[in-house]
């Protein structure tokens, strides 16, 4: 049985192995070397992020199974759908910055 749950400071490291393991799997052949770099560096990597996290500033929730991590929730580059469905407009195309690629958007409140 699976639960999900906002993981502790000590899980942190735990859970951006397994970001990291799952970007490599799925989205890093999509990328640039660039662009698997930047990644590594702004979220693996990235001491001011990891503290973040640990302090809560932001948030991890995963899912455990039997008490393993085997899974957390982000969203992929993909994820446009999401928000478009929610109400953002795309500003312009897709676009890539130091090898990440994004699609600027606002959400205008009606």
Not at 12 to 28: D, G, I, K, R, W
Not at 37 to 48: L, P
């Amino acid at each position: 049985m699976y639960s999900i749950r906002k993981i502790s400071r000590n899980e942190v490291n735990e859970a951006l192995a397994l970001a990291l393991e799952v970007f490599m799997q799925f989205e890093a052949p999509d990328y640039s070397p660039e662009g698997v770099t930047t990644f590594k560096r702004d979220i693996v990597e990235n001491e001011e992020f990891i503290n973040s996290c640990r302090q809560g500033i932001c948030p991890i929730y995963a899912a455990f199974d039997g008490g393993k991590m085997v899974g957390i929730m982000g969203m992929r580059a993909n994820g446009k759908g999401f928000y478009l469905r929610i109400g953002f407009i795309p500003l312009s195309e897709e676009q890539e910055t130091d090898g990440i690629r994004f699609t600027p958007m606002k959400y205008v409140v009606r």
